[in-house]
């Protein structure tokens, strides 16, 4: 499959325990953040958003939390399972600096069976 | 279905030869973009459009070229390749340049420049 990153940190859990992946954001004026997943040889995909006067927002099986005193969000997956193992990124877009979209590196989630 | 389609999903050329990787998106979206994945440096803006006619550099733009006549189309062309160049190639589309809208990204074209 495609490497999409040879240095990122990664993240080992077991088949059915909850993952949390963390993210540090780096623009204080970004008001909307966004998890993606990208899996071996795919683009990626949008999983769940989160806007700035928001802390906490929930999906199917998935929770976003956003602290923005820390600009820190993070992403909970409950019961993981093997098709979460992916590279996961975080993304804001900040209001100022042309919108310009700002990912992170990325973390690397392996899912054992 | 919506989405984003790249094409070709890979390619082999050689130094100097002229390529152009195809996108199309079928969401009316006004805004898309061109990003390269390369290992250890995540994903960096090549180019993007905010609608028709309307292009701007992105990060990393030396080498590259796009053009955006058409609303559903954005290709990106490399007029001549350099090995640096090989990476993994993403295009993708939201709706407009501000506000909450996520990207939606193409399948990934993989380039290699020999």
């Known amino acids: 499959g495609e490497s999409v990153g040879l240095h990122l940190p990664t993240l080992s859990v077991q088949e059915g325990d909850n993952s949390i992946i963390n993210c540090a954001y780096s623009?204080?004026?970004?008001?909307?953040f966004i998890w993606y997943k990208q899996e071996s040889g795919k683009g990626p995909q949008f999983i769940i958003d989160i806007r700035s006067n928001m802390d906490k927002r929930q999906g199917q099986r998935v929770t976003v939390l956003l602290n923005k005193t820390v600009k820190h969000l993070s992403l909970q997956i409950a019961a993981t399972q093997p098709g979460d193992s992916a590279v996961y990124f975080c993304?804001?877009?900040?209001?100022?600096?042309?919108?310009?979209?700002?990912f992170g590196a990325g973390t690397r989630l392996f899912v054992k069976a | 279905e919506a989405q984003v389609t790249q094409n070709p999903r890979y390619l082999i050329t050689v130094t100097g030869k002229k390529l152009t990787v195809t996108c199309s998106q079928n969401m009316n979206h006004e805004y898309m973009s061109w990003y390269r994945q390369d290992p250890g440096l995540g994903l960096r803006q090549i180019y993007y459009s905010m609608n028709v006619e309307v292009t701007d550099k992105g990060d990393v733009p030396e080498g590259y070229k796009v053009s955006r006549k058409e609303k559903r189309n954005f290709p990106l062309i490399l007029e001549s390749p350099s090995p640096n160049q090989t990476s993994l190639y993403f295009c993708?589309?939201?709706?407009?340049?501000?506000?909450?809208?996520?990207?939606?990204f193409g399948s990934g074209t993989r380039l290699t420049v020999v």
């Open positions: 623009n204080s004026a970004s008001d909307y």
């Open positions: 993304a804001e877009n900040p209001l100022t600096g042309g919108f310009k979209t700002i």
């Open positions: 993708a589309s939201r709706p407009r340049m501000g506000g909450d809208y996520g990207y939606t």
